[in-house]
């Protein structure tokens, strides 16, 4: 089983439009609504590879109710916790050249009581749990070391713990440890400010040397170090379309290859990277965040260039 953890979830709304021109009115060609959220697209993805999930969400007001019979009758297992505030709303403006443009609200604040719910209930579903995924922005409320909380209750649990976050909340998972953690450019460019990209990562890696730093390069791949080498994995034709999703389809791809190593195992690096930039180039390809098309990725991933790097440890 792997867990999907989101602390933020959202409806996420796409508009179609033939261009997007600030301070004009805009007809919307297409609409889709969905559920979603960063843990909802890697509970999707790793679905459509054929291993067991279940989300984990703290949902609110009428929005909640719909996130969850949504993903309900998607046969997206979920379990919910009750919190106060309304589940938020994430709007995304696609044009016709594929430009996307989002706009995310921050999610209602989650109080003290609602913290000890939604710890109470993961604690109870890392039993279990190959693999925890912990997602996504982290809304008003939360603690800023809330996803070192979270990664410790999982590792004491015999779990290995993949964080996709940013900032301090990021930082402070390091320090507890996970099994992997994977920010973008700019978010390595935040934790890490005035390091190039090399640099930075290996900043991360000295922080927590068991983790794997996974670095998002957006269209071009990912470049992994880890402590079993350190890997430059990169689609060989560009794609155009929605990247909303398409990181978070790249942590399924990573979950999945973790989950299928576990718990003796040793995780094939090269076949996961591969996996990760074709699934991640599928989700792009598609009209909505959190859809894949696994033919689509496997086409992709067996077209990836990649090749290992000879840098100083």
């Given at each position: 089983?792997?867990?999907?953890v989101?602390?933020?979830?959202?409806?996420?709304?796409?508009?179609?439009?033939?261009?997007?021109?600030?301070?004009?009115?805009?007809?919307?060609?297409?609409?889709?609504?969905?559920?979603?959220?960063?843990?909802?697209?890697?509970?999707?993805?790793?679905?459509?590879?054929?291993?067991a999930?279940?989300?984990?969400?703290?949902?609110?007001?009428l929005?909640g109710?719909?996130?969850?019979?949504?993903l309900?009758?998607?046969?997206?297992?979920?379990?919910?916790?009750?919190?106060?505030?309304?589940?938020?709303?994430?709007?995304?403006?696609?044009?016709?050249?594929?430009?996307?443009?989002?706009?995310?609200?921050?999610?209602?604040?989650?109080?003290?009581?609602?913290?000890?719910?939604?710890r109470?209930?993961?604690?109870?579903?890392?039993?279990?749990?190959?693999?925890?995924?912990?997602?996504?922005?982290?809304?008003?409320?939360?603690p800023?070391?809330?996803y070192?909380?979270?990664?410790?209750?999982?590792?004491a649990?015999?779990?290995?713990?993949?964080?996709?976050?940013?900032?301090?909340?990021?930082?402070?998972?390091?320090?507890?440890?996970?099994?992997?953690?994977?920010?973008?450019?700019?978010?390595?460019?935040?934790?890490?400010?005035?390091?190039?990209?090399?640099?930075?990562?290996?900043?991360?890696?000295?922080?927590?040397?068991?983790?794997?730093?996974?670095?998002?390069?957006?269209?071009?791949?990912?470049?992994?170090?880890?402590?079993?080498?350190?890997?430059?994995?990169?689609p060989?034709?560009?794609?155009?379309?929605?990247?909303?999703?398409a990181?978070?389809?790249?942590?399924?791809?990573?979950?999945?290859?973790?989950?299928?190593?576990?718990?003796?195992?040793?995780?094939?690096?090269p076949?996961?990277?591969?996996?990760?930039?074709?699934?991640?180039?599928?989700?792009?390809?598609?009209?909505?965040?959190g859809?894949?098309?696994?033919?689509v990725?496997?086409?992709?991933a067996?077209?990836?260039?990649?090749r290992?790097?000879?840098?100083?440890?």
């Amino acid at each position: 089983m792997i867990l999907c953890v989101g602390l933020n979830p959202a409806i996420d709304i796409t508009y179609r439009v033939d261009r997007l021109a600030p301070g004009e009115a805009h007809r919307v060609l297409d609409v889709r609504r969905r559920a979603g959220g960063k843990a909802v697209n890697v509970a999707r993805g790793v679905q459509a590879l054929g291993v067991a999930v279940t989300t984990l969400l703290p949902l609110g007001g009428l929005e909640g109710a719909d996130v969850e019979a949504e993903l309900a009758a998607a046969g997206v297992p979920v379990a919910p916790v009750s919190v106060q505030g309304r589940t938020r709303h994430t709007v995304t403006v696609v044009d016709a050249g594929g430009e996307a443009s989002a706009f995310n609200e921050p999610g209602a604040a989650v109080s003290e009581a609602d913290w000890r719910s939604i710890r109470t209930s993961f604690a109870a579903r890392c039993a279990g749990s190959a693999v925890v995924v912990l997602s996504g922005s982290t809304p008003p409320g939360v603690p800023v070391d809330g996803y070192a909380e979270l990664t410790a209750i999982a590792r004491a649990e015999g779990a290995q713990v993949i964080v996709d976050a940013t900032g301090p909340a990021l930082l402070h998972a390091l320090d507890a440890g996970p099994a992997l953690v994977k920010p973008n450019v700019a978010e390595l460019a935040e934790v890490c400010p005035g390091l190039d990209t090399a640099a930075a990562v290996a900043a991360l890696r000295a922080r927590s040397p068991r983790t794997a730093v996974v670095l998002s390069l957006g269209a071009k791949g990912l470049l992994a170090d880890t402590p079993d080498g350190v890997w430059r994995a990169r689609p060989t034709r560009p794609l155009t379309g929605n990247p909303t999703g398409a990181g978070d389809a790249a942590v399924a791809a990573l979950a999945v290859a973790h989950h299928l190593a576990s718990p003796a195992g040793r995780l094939d690096w090269p076949v996961a990277l591969r996996q990760a930039v074709g699934l991640s180039g599928s989700a792009v390809l598609q009209p909505v965040a959190g859809a894949v098309d696994l033919d689509v990725a496997l086409a992709l991933a067996a077209q990836v260039d990649l090749r290992r790097l000879d840098l100083p440890r």
